[in-house]
């Protein structure tokens, strides 16, 4: 059962730097994707980042050379590096962890973290 922790939101300057961390606690094997969301007042939640099992990853546009995700699969952990922060980047930060089953043909289960506020402001 995945289970997800994230740490390491918070408050900073625009031109900041934080970083996320995302433990899945139930150390499942097999997980296909893991990655970052991100929901503002108002908005929809959008994709910011992930990393697919094989070392692919993909970026939302407006993050492109300003975040890197990372994967430890030894500590089932994922990892948001966020740099050059700006007040746009204020939301809150969900963990998305993405499993499918060994069926035929497989099904998908999506898990979420808690979430974790980042506010970027002066």
């Known amino acids: 059962q995945v289970q997800l922790v994230e740490s390491g939101g918070g408050l900073v300057q625009p031109g900041g730097s934080l970083r996320l961390s995302c433990v899945d606690l139930?150390?499942?094997?097999?997980?296909?994707?893991m990655g970052w969301y991100r929901q503002a007042p108002g908005k929809q939640r959008e994709l910011v980042a992930n990393?697919?099992?094989?070392?692919?990853?993909n970026y939302l546009d407006s993050v492109k050379g300003r975040f890197t995700i990372s994967r430890d699969n030894a500590k089932n952990t994922v990892y948001l590096q966020m740099n050059s922060l700006k007040p746009e980047d204020t939301a809150v930060y969900y963990c998305?962890?993405?499993?499918?089953?060994?069926?035929?043909?497989?099904?998908?289960?999506?898990?979420w973290g808690q979430g974790t506020q980042v506010t970027v402001s002066s």
């Open positions: 998305n962890a993405v499993w499918y089953t060994g069926s035929n043909p497989p099904v998908e289960f999506d898990y």
């Open positions: 139930g150390s499942t094997p097999g997980v296909y994707s």
């Open positions: 990393s697919i099992s094989g070392g692919s990853t």
